[in-house]
């Protein structure tokens, strides 16, 4: 494939060799080699018009361990404060020789505009409430290295799916590679109409604690707040005693079952500080293998030697 754009740009065998590569990088990364020269004289663009920590930071360590030239590029002091558009911006980022573009935007299918602006490969780093296709990749890596096998695994996704990009990347991939996903939440947060648009074969369920015992994995979403203008939201303390993931109902999943949040998160709200930092979390590990999973997909993407 030239781009990603979405998760459902993945087969089932590009996934996964998606994920034999991360796991390979890992393994060169974790011994003495810490630079490979797979990218040497490409250029990776990283542009930025919505706010990131995890996603810019890997991205960017990504392409560095891949010896490719980098360049950081976020509207917040640039020229789209003076009105210039996506096209135009793209356009300067072609003049420059871009071999891939990395790009976070609030708008929903900006990638996909992109993409007919650039002769490089785009990569969506997250489009409004659309998708975050290697966010769901660096998941799946995760489940799989955890739990050894994505095939058959019980995944819950919870809280608010309404306005999450992870949670739609997420069902996508997980779906392609044989995981069972149940969509758990408020039902003004997780719409049966919304639920069919992510995918026919996932479940729906508003009962987080008749969920948790037969999970493998439980993903927390967080919360977004600044979304909740347009649906009925209840306080915080009722979301948190309906749908929070605390200490006592960590208890009720089955002692193999993992914790998992994409971050940043609202600790207190859709996942207790205790249950964030246990054992059984691997939101810090996620983060890791974060970086594994983008420079397998700029590799791959790029055509790396
Ligand atoms: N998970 C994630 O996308 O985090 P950032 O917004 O910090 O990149």
Redesign the pocket.
Known sequence: IKHLRSAADLDAATATLILDTAAEMAALSGREVKKLPALRGRTVVNLFYED?????ISFEAAAKRLSADVINFSAKGSSVSKGESLKDTALTLQAMGADAVVIRHSASGAPHRLANWVDGSVVNA?DGTHE?PT?ALLDAYTMRSRLGRLDGLKVAIVGDVLHSRVARSNVLLLTTLGAQVTLVGPPTLIPLDVAAALSEKTQVSYDLDAVLPDSDVVMMLRVQTERMQDSYFPSAREYSRRYGLDMLRMRKLPEHAIVMH???MNRGMEIAPEVADSPRSTIVEQVANGVSVRMAVLYLLLGGK
């Not at 990131?52 to 810019?56: K, L």
């Open positions: 990131s920590t995890r996603t810019r997250g975050h966010q994409p971050g940043p």
